[in-house]
């Protein structure tokens, strides 16, 4: 290493970071990804010498993870995620176990990618600035047999602990031929969370195990369900659980509590393999049950070190190494690569350069570097950089796109109603709405539907054959699968509108809907979705066909009162104005002056409360007020009142009897 400037960080003595407190956030996760699925018709025996391994030996870098970031993104809008570290959880174990653990030795890789680029009308220059991590592969060491069947015993234990799906919904056989499927380590399901240490962001991938019961559905936030599944040799002497708890239990501990992985079961086998015992551990309360490590002290310790790295390694090219040596009190940071970006797959490089402003959505990265990372949904604009900055900019493609359900869905899920979303829908589904014909699909279980009454009222029956139903059946089923999950009612909606122009088609005049058919009659009469899925990018610049995923959006009904429902304008992300969703109102709640004169004569610009019934449950008229007559009137019926006086009253005060000046009763 002769002319390599070297960084040197000391690890020890820790006593220095005591009574410092850091700060982890609990990690949510963003997406995740498989690296495998078990293959159909796979030979369902056991064995050692039957396992299907991982290649080892090939240094894979971060590129599923960062491929699957792009994808991510893509779904999300073109939003970039903005974080100081992204690497895999193992790394971060290995520097949070460091000053406890001296005996393992470590390198990894890093890299520090920045640019600059356009984000909207308002942000013209931002800077994402991130350090990715990787490991540095030594030249691999195969393990002898003995060490490849303890391996393989940590492998047969998750495969063991872990069923295809929920109890209720395995086979007999599933559950008792559990020690016959093969061990496949090459099947990963890897977690991506988002979390902080101190003033440090991070966004790291690791393998999950299994889910505790079930993960939810949809996943709000999938990680306390997660499980970590270990397997140890059985611990016979205090010396043995000493060494357990100063290196397994240590490791066990990191690798869970990064991930926000709650609970860790343990299977202690012999020396032979057979599965002795098992324990639980809760991830929170390892560190206060064992001497042998401090978990404060470890975190005070990483966030120095990833504020060391946001410090040392600058802003540009190249490639630095951090390395650890066996037993040694400090980390060494040198530069190995004066230019590039390494290890970084080029297509997430492509990605991140790209400006989605000005270029073309990633069409314009090759193809092969794609295939696998995500594919192309639609174009975005390109002279949308150019258009003259004003209050209302042009309307673009991604502006739409940005506002579409599954956009921002994710963000406000927890404030919203309960939500199923059913995407992508089947082109033979958008086929059949955009026919002009209205013929509603039959089926047993449409029971309330308001074709069943017509059906029964009908001289004819219609052919299976004729039935739409069978070009989309799955959706069907799946529409009434999803509305008895969300209590037997719901209201439909594509990417962005409800079918609310044609709620008066339903005998209940609303969008309640309790089957399939009540969907398609909204859907098929519905001006509001014919525009969703024809015209919603006709005002956009510039003018160009945009491929959509459409989407069917199933939200649990509940009774809503429109006039409590009010508009919220938002630019910039600051609230600038708010009103009433309902503009109905009653005469009553003006004086003769203000609906004469059509002013109201207010002395300042506060807001004034004006209640037509106190007892009303809500701040707008009945469905039927509008016709209603006066009290006046009313009061004529049941006394001696004398009409042609009222008439000549009338007209004394210059009112117009008509539909739009009506007077309203209370």
């Known amino acids: 290493m002769a002319n390599v400037l070297m960084i040197i960080l000391i690890i020890n003595p820790l006593e220095r970071l005591k009574g410092y407190v850091p700060v982890f956030k609990q990690p949510v996760e963003l997406f995740c990804f498989s690296y495998d699925e078990r293959p ?36 999300h809008g073109f939003q970039r995620t903005f974080v100081d570290i992204l690497t895999w959880r193992g790394i971060l174990t290995r520097f949070l176990c460091t000053p406890f653990d001296r005996r393992t030795a470590w390198a990894v890789n890093i890299v520090r990618f920045q640019i600059h680029y356009f984000l909207s009308y308002y942000v013209t220059d931002n800077l994402q600035n991130t350090i990715f991590i990787e490991d540095h592969l030594e030249t691999p060491v195969l393990p002898t047999e003995q060490e490849a069947r303890m391996q393989f015993w940590g492998y047969k234990f998750e495969t063991l602990s872990t069923l295809p799906d929920t109890w209720d919904n395995c086979s007999r056989d599933q559950i008792e031929q559990r020690n016959d499927v093969i061990v496949n380590n090459h099947i990963q399901y890897c977690s991506v969370v988002r979390t902080s240490l101190d003033k440090t962001t991070i966004v790291m991938g690791g393998e999950v195990d299994c889910a ?84 404060n002290l470890a975190l005070a310790w990483m966030s120095q070190l990833l504020h060391f790295l946001k410090q040392k390694i600058p802003d540009q090219e190249g490639v630095w190494r951090l390395r650890y040596t066996q037993n040694s009190d400090t980390l060494q940071l040198y530069k190995i690569e004066q230019n590039g970006y390494g290890f970084l797959h080029p297509a997430f490089i492509s990605w991140r350069k790209l400006d989605i402003h000005k270029v073309n959505h990633p069409t314009a990265l090759h193809p092969t570097l794609l295939e696998k990372a995500f594919k192309p949904s639609y174009t975005m604009d390109q002279s949308l ?221 506060s807001p004034q409360l004006r209640l037509v019934d106190v007892d009303s449950q809500s701040w707008g008229p009945s469905q039927f007020a509008s016709q209603r007559l006066s009290e006046d009137i009313l009061d004529a019926d049941a006394s001696d009142f004398d009409i042609e006086k009222y008439i000549e009253k009338l007209q004394d005060m210059n009112i117009t009897t008509n539909a739009n000046n009506r007077i309203m009763t209370k």
């Open 40 to 75: 159909l018709g796979a030979d369902l025996s056991s064995g050692f010498d039957k396992r299907i391994e991982r290649d080892e030996t090939i240094n894979e870098h971060l590129d599923g993870l960062l491929l699957s970031l792009c994808e991510y993104e893509r779904q």
């Open 212 to 295: 505790w019961d079930a993960k939810p559905d949809p996943p709000e936030n999938p990680v306390p369900y997660y499980v970590e599944l270990k397997t140890t040799r059985s611990l016979t002497t205090p010396s043995a659980r000493k060494t357990f708890e100063l290196h397994k239990l240590l490791k066990f501990w990191a690798q869970s509590f990064l991930l926000g992985v709650p609970r860790i079961i343990v299977g202690f086998r012999t020396d032979d393999g057979h599965l002795e015992s098992i324990e639980e551990y809760k991830t929170q309360s390892i560190p206060s049950k064992t001497s042998a490590f401090n978990g």
């Open 385 to 605: 950089a150019d258009a003259p900055l004003s209050n209302f900019p042009p309307l673009s493609h991604a502006c739409i796109l940005h506002c579409s359900f599954s956009a921002w869905y994710p963000l406000y899920r927890s404030i919203t109603p309960k939500t199923r979303v059913i995407k992508p829908l089947p082109p033979t589904f958008i086929a059949y709405l955009s026919q002009d014909s209205i013929i509603l699909p039959h089926r047993s279980s449409d029971k309330d539907s308001v074709n069943s009454s017509l059906d029964e009222s009908s001289d004819s029956t219609m052919d299976e054959a004729d039935n739409p139903v069978t070009a989309f059946q799955a959706l069907d089923d799946q529409i009434t699968h999803t509305i008895e999950s969300l209590n037997g009612a719901v209201f439909p909606k594509l990417n962005w509108s409800s079918p609310k122009d044609a709620a008066w088609i339903t005998p209940s005049r609303n969008l309640r809907c309790t089957c399939a058919s009540d969907i398609y009659l909204l859907f098929k009469s519905s001006d509001f979705i014919a525009h969703d899925l024809f015209h919603a990018f006709d005002d956009c610049i510039p003018s160009a066909d945009v491929h959509v995923e459409y989407e069917l959006v199933l939200k649990q009904w509940f009774t809503v009162i429109p006039s409590m429902e009010f508009r919220c304008f938002v630019k910039q992300r600051c609230l600038i104005g708010i009103s009433q969703r309902d503009l109905k109102t009653l005469s009553l709640l003006f004086s003769w002056d203000e609906l004469l004169s059509n002013s109201l004569p207010f002395s300042n610009d």
